[in-house]
């Protein structure tokens, strides 16, 4: 119940284009959702993170959508660019837990 | 700067050797973690301490030790017991446990050979 899914795997977006990630969990109990990025040989960095009372948050070309009764919520990359070649982890947790519980990553690759 | 320090970035050990990793930070956080990273994988907690002098097994415990007797210092013992050592290990801190908003260090690749 604790588990956070998170698809695809890997993801080759052109420059430009929409690059979507999405995650999904089980515990209702979850009250606080952030996504990191993560480039090679670094530490993961938080982006962006959304409550499950909005269902939607926007930073610059960074974007949450939030469906608290699918128990989902995706990133959305507007106008990817070759910058944002990362792995992106979606996570959750609650006050209700001394952990925060990571998905398993996605690598993004955005191509020229 | 506040941040968080792991050193070495790169660690080199035997086969059958202990090595500590380092991890110091300066944010004044209570919570600090220790994540284990493979290739193609995702984050998989180790330990972690909400306070000085306390810390709770993670989910993959085994083969690894942990201390902290100070509130800015949280350092990894990976011991000989630990089956499959080589990968990339990452230490976090929070303001406390539970809280998303972690800043991570620039991680230590310790490779076992």
């Known amino acids: 119940q604790q588990q956070v899914k998170q698809s695809p795997q890997s993801l080759i977006v052109q420059k430009g284009g929409i690059s979507i990630i999405n995650c999904a969990y089980e515990n209702t109990a979850f009250d606080y959702f952030p996504w990191y990025q993560q480039f090679p040989g670094k530490g993961p960095a938080l982006l962006i993170a959304i409550r499950p009372d909005v269902s939607e948050k926007k930073e610059g070309r960074f974007t949450i959508s939030f469906n608290k009764s699918a128990k989902q919520f995706s990133l959305h990359i507007m106008d990817s660019q070759p910058g944002d070649s990362a792995t992106y982890f979606c996570a959750a947790s609650s006050t209700s837990y001394d952990k925060v519980i990571f998905g398993p990553g996605t690598s993004l690759s955005v191509i020229p | 700067d506040g941040g968080i320090t792991q050193s070495p970035k790169y660690l080199f050990r035997k086969e059958g050797q202990n090595v500590t990793l380092s991890c110091e930070q300066n944010?004044?956080?209570?919570?600090m973690y220790w994540y284990r990273q493979d290739p193609g994988q995702g984050l998989r907690l180790i330990y972690y301490?909400?306070?000085?002098?306390?810390?709770q097994k993670g989910d993959i415990a085994e083969g690894y030790s942990v201390s902290r007797e100070k509130k800015e210092s949280f350092p990894l013992t990976v011991t000989s017991a630990q089956k499959n050592p080589t990968a990339f290990y990452l230490c976090?801190?929070?303001?406390?446990?539970?809280?998303?908003?972690?800043?991570f260090g620039q991680g230590t690749r310790l490779t076992v050979v």
């Open positions: 301490s909400q306070i000085v002098n306390d810390f």
């Open positions: 976090a801190s929070s303001i406390k446990t539970g809280l998303p908003e972690a800043f």
């Open positions: 944010l004044n956080h209570d919570a």
